[in-house]
């Protein structure tokens, strides 16, 4: 093989590994096993051990996903998770008037406090 082949055959299969390593990278964030999530809770999902039981199971289940996690209110997580700010929402049911009594949420994701 001449010089400038084996040069291209060098760059060609680091292209390929490249190929790959996207590839993977793309089916693990579909599957939701990589990127990051936005996660509101209020107080009481602290003081109930909800938040650091979720968060430890979570984290250990999904560890190349980064979680920004942010203390609010029952209405700032509700507009949040409407807007698409939020993904995940720790909150009380009925906490708010225009939250729902029965626990039922019209979000992607939302969880809720007892």
């Given at each position: 093989m001449t010089d400038a082949g084996e040069l291209l055959l060098v760059e060609a299969t680091l292209a390929l590994r490249q190929l790959d390593r996207a590839e993977a990278v793309g089916r693990h964030a579909a599957r939701g096993e990589v990127g990051n999530i936005s996660l509101g809770y209020v107080g009481s999902a602290v003081s109930t051990g909800?938040?650091?039981?979720?968060?430890k199971d979570f984290r250990k289940a999904n560890p190349q996903v980064e979680m920004h996690i942010t203390s609010m209110e029952t209405p700032r997580q509700l507009e949040s998770l409407r807007d698409g700010q939020l993904y995940v929402?720790?909150?009380r049911p009925g906490g708010h008037p225009n939250s729902p009594r029965d626990g039922h949420f019209n979000f992607p994701h939302p969880m809720t406090t007892g």
């Open positions: 909800l938040l650091p039981a979720a968060l929402g720790l909150l």
